[in-house]
């Protein structure tokens, strides 16, 4: 895989919802609770979370960490850095040859992403 712009970083952050990413593709675990929606967090399990979407980002109160999209792919899927780019580059339909040469773990099928890379 050749080197990730910071352009493309960005894009690979912002360019999917957060609350889209977690409820349709992670399919993380959720709810609504006094009308705030809950995630539970991939690392403490607790649901302390909120979701800011002028950032795109998922903070956990619990653990006080932030997520962006790459790091919610890493933490859920258990993948690495390399394999979450490539799966959000999938999702956003931004394969180049190069890196469908390099696809073939189990992030491939967009359910499963058991390797660490």
Do not use: W
């Not at 399990?45 to 795109?56: C, H, L, R």
């Amino acid at each position: 895989m050749k080197k990730i712009s910071s352009n493309e970083l960005f894009e690979l952050r912002n360019d999917i919802p957060v609350e889209i990413l977690i409820q349709n593709i992670l399919q993380m675990p959720s709810k609504t609770s006094e009308g705030v929606f809950r995630v539970l967090c991939p690392i403490c399990n607790e649901f302390q979370t909120g979701i800011n979407p002028n950032v795109n980002l998922m903070r956990c109160f619990r653990c006080e960490r932030n997520f962006n999209a790459i790091d919610l792919v890493m933490a859920v899927k258990d993948c690495g850095f390399k394999d979450s780019v490539l799966f959000l580059r999938h999702l956003l339909g931004k394969n180049s040859n190069q890196d469908a040469n390099c696809y073939d773990h189990p992030c491939q099928d967009m359910q499963e992403c058991n390797k660490t890379g």
